[in-house]
């Protein structure tokens, strides 16, 4: 995932955490901007904290029971539509 934000000041906002917060657990980040990241989250307790709620809804998921595959029509409109969203950013 390519590194859309720059600043004039290397730092993460917290708007910039929430978008980047999937690439930071799969580890899809530079170097630079995992640092950046984690040095934000040092400072920011609401975003630690939104980390923390993130960790455990991704675990309780298996929990959730199964589920229904989405149809592929469904899963191509609904990937198109967020293709064209992150490019307008």
């Not at 993460?12 to 630079?32: K, M, N, Q």
């Not at 809804?57 to 992150?86: D, H």
Request: some cysteine.
């Amino acid at each position: 995932m390519p590194d859309m934000h720059r600043h004039e000041v290397d730092e993460v906002t917290c708007r910039e955490f929430v978008e980047l917060v999937s690439a930071y657990w799969e580890g899809a980040l530079s170097e630079e901007r995992m640092e950046l990241v984690e040095e934000h989250l040092v400072i920011c307790d609401s975003c630690k904290t939104y980390l923390e709620q993130m960790e455990l809804t991704v675990e309780a998921l298996p929990e959730a029971g199964g589920r229904e595959p989405v149809p592929e029509e469904t899963e191509r409109v609904l990937l198109s539509a967020f293709r064209n969203w992150k490019a307008r950013d």
